[in-house]
C-alpha cells in the first residue's frame, strides 16, 4: 500500500495512537459500514470486545474513552480534546450512548465495552470487535479492527490483504519499499530524499493542498509545545505528577545568559520541547502522531531545534525535514512495524529517533548517504528498547524517553554530518534486526504492563 507523508503524520489526541486514536478511527468506521449499509436506525444496542495490548493497557492508554467518543461520531482529528470529559460523563450519567451522535442506545461501559484480558484475536495483538443488535437481539453487523500502530486501522479483511501484498491503488512516480531502492532512486534522479517524496506525495494531493497539509502538521506541532510550556497541575491517571515543562520554560526564559556559562543549555530547551508535548499527550491534548503518539515528542523537539537554534532555518527546511523523516517512517512501516504491541518501544521511539536523525541531517546539509547512516544510527542504539509503561499510562517511563530520544537523534545527525556516509550497518540491515528483535521480545515488555518498570515500580 502506498504511503502518504500523512499516514505518518496525523492530527489527534492523546495519549495512545495505537490505543486511543486507533479505537477512535475503528469506531468511526464501524459507523460508516452502519450508514452504509443503512442500519443505524435498526440498531437496539452496540457493543465493542477489547482484546490482548488494548485489554490489558486499555484504561491507562483511554481506549474504552476513545471507542465510546469514537461511537459518537467524533474523529481523532476534529474531536475538541477539551469536550470529551463531558462527551464521557453524559454517557455515564444517562446510561444512554447517542450513535453517530443522534441515534440513542443503552450504553453502560462494564456491559457494553468488555475487556478481555489475556485473551487476543489472531491477527494482531490490538483487536477490537464491534457487534450492533436489532431490538430482537440479533446481530446486525460484526466487526474486527486491528489498530496496527501509529493510528493505522485495518479491518479483519484488509490486514490478510496486506499480507497478501494487494496491488496498490495509486501509482506513485518513484515507488521504493526499502532504504536501498530509496537511495538509489535519489542517486539515479540526482534528488534529495525530501525532493522524492514531494513529487511522490503530489500522487495524493495538489501543490496547494500538499503546502497547507504541511504548514499544518508543522503548525499543530509548534502549538502543542507552546501549549504544554503553559498548562499546569498534575497529569491525570492517578500517578500525581506534576507537569514540569512550565517551570522548564520559565527557568529558561528567566535566565538566558546560561547559555553563554554552558553550551549544552540547548540540550535543555530541546528537553522541554519533548516534555511539553508529551505532558499534552498525556493529558489527552491535541498532538501529531509522529509516528506515534507513544513517541510524539521526539520529531517536534528536534524540528523545532532546527527552527529555533539552526542557522538558516526555513519554512522550506522544515517540509524537508516532514517529508525526509516520512520516507524514514515508511521503511519501518512496510518492514518492520511502529506498533509498540508487536516490537516494543523500539519501534516507537526508535523509529521516531531514527526519523528524526535522517530529517535533521538532510535540513543541515547531509548528502543522502549521510542522511541514510543517521537514520541507521538513531535505530542501532535503540534496538530492544521496551515498552513497559507504569500503570498502563504514556507518562513513566514516556515523557522522559522522549527527551532521550530527541537528544539521540540530533547526536546522530552530527555523527553522521562528520562522516563521508560510508558506514558498515544499512539502514535495511538495522530494520529487519530491530523486526526480529520484536518477535523474539517477550510479550511483557510489549506494552502489557507485565514487565520492566510497570511491575517493579509501585503505580500510586
Known amino acids: 500500500m502506498p504511503l502518504s507523508i500523512f ?4 492530527v489527534g489526541v492523546g495519549p495512545s495512537s495505537s490505543h486511543t486514536v486507533g479505537p477512535m478511527v475503528a469506531a468511526n468506521r464501524f459507523l460508516d459500514t452502519l450508514k452504509e449499509q443503512q442500519l443505524i436506525d435498526q440498531v437496539a444496542n452496540v457493543k465493542v470486545a477489547l482484546y490482548g495490548s ?3 493497557t486499555g484504561v491507562g492508554h483511554a481506549t ?8 459518537l461520531g467524533e474523529a481523532p482529528s476534529s ?3 477539551d469536550m470529551i470529559p463531558q462527551y464521557i460523563r453524559e454517557i455515564e450519567q444517562q446510561g444512554m450512548l447517542n450513535l453517530a451522535g443522534s441515534h440513542p442506545v443503552p450504553f453502560i461501559k462494564s456491559e457494553h465495552l468488555p475487556f478481555h484480558f489475556g485473551e487476543s484475536l489472531p491477527k494482531h495483538p490490538n483487536g477490537m470487535r464491534f457487534f450492533a443488535y436489532d431490538t ?9 479492527y486491528y489498530s496496527v500502530g501509529g493510528g493505522f486501522v485495518l479491518s479483519d479483511a484488509e490486514i490478510d490483504m496486506q499480507s497478501a501484498k494487494a496491488e496498490p491503488s495509486v501509482k506513485l512516480p518513484y515507488h521504493f519499499d526499502n532504504g536501498e531502492q530509496l537511495l538509489e532512486l535519489c542517486e539515479s534522479n540526482n534528488m534529495s530524499i525530501a525532493e522524492l517524496v514531494l513529487k511522490n506525495e503530489l500522487a495524493f494531493h495538489d501543490q496547494d493542498t500538499l503546502v497547507a497539509k504541511l504548514r499544518q502538521i508543522w503548525g499543530v506541532m509548534d502549538a502543542c509545545i507552546k501549549r504544554g510550556c503553559s498548562e499546569t497541575g498534575n ?9 514540569r515543562a512550565p517551570v522548564l520554560y520559565q527557568e529558561l526564559q528567566n535566565h538566558p545568559e546560561a547559555a553563554l556559562k554552558d553550551q549544552l543549555t540547548v540540550m535543555d530547551w530541546v528537553n522541554l520541547f519533548a516534555i511539553a508535548v508529551n505532558e499534552e499527550n498525556a493529558a ?29 532555518s526555513s519554512e522550506q527546511g522544515i517540509f524537508d525535514f516532514l517529508a525526509t523523516s516520512a520516507a524514514i517512517g515508511m521503511l519501518y512501516k512496510k518492514n518492520a512495524s511502529i506498533s509498540a504491541a508487536e516490537v516494543g518501544c523500539q519501534g516507537e521511539i526508535g523509529v521516531a529517533c531514527s526519523m528524526a536523525a535522517g530529517a535533521l541531517c538532510a535540513v543541515m546539509g547531509g548528502t543522502v548517504s549521510q542522511v541514510e547512516n543517521a537514520a541507521e544510527i538513531g535505530m542501532e542504539h535503540n534496538l530492544g528498547l521496551t515498552c513497559d509503561p507504569i500503570a498502563g499510562l504514556v507518562q513513566v517511563p514516556c515523557i522522559e524517553r522522549n527527551t532521550m530520544g530527541a537528544v539521540k537523534a540530533i547526536n546522530a545527525a552530527r555523527l553522521a554530518l562528520r562522516g563521508d556516509g560510508m558506514h558498515h550497518v544499512s539502514l535495511d540491515s538495522v530494520i529487519e534486526t530491530m523486526r526480529q528483535t520484536g518477535l523474539d521480545m517477550q510479550d511483557k515488555y510489549k506494552e502489557t504492563s507485565q514487565g520492566g518498570l510497570a511491575v517493579n515500580v509501585v503505580a500510586c
Do not use: C, E, Q, W
Not at 499516514?7 to 496525523?10: A, Q
Not at 440479533?138 to 474486527?144: E, F, G, N, Q
Not at 515528542?297 to 528536534?302: K, M, R
Open 284 to 312: 489527552g491534548g491535541r498532538v501529531v502522531t509522529a509516528p506515534t503518539n507513544g513517541a510524539a515528542g521526539v520529531i517536534p523537539a528536534v524540528l523545532a531545534y532546527y527552527d529555533r537554534f539552526v542557522s538558516g
Open 7 to 10: 499516514d505518518l503524520y496525523k
Open 235 to 243: 497529569l491525570p491517571g492517578g500517578l500525581d505528577l506534576k507537569r
Open 64 to 71: 474504552d474513552v476513545a471507542t465510546m467518543v469514537g461511537l
Open 136 to 144: 430482537a437481539g440479533v446481530i446486525l453487523l460484526d466487526a474486527i
Open 79 to 81: 474531536v475538541d480534546p
Open 54 to 56: 488494548l485489554a490489558m
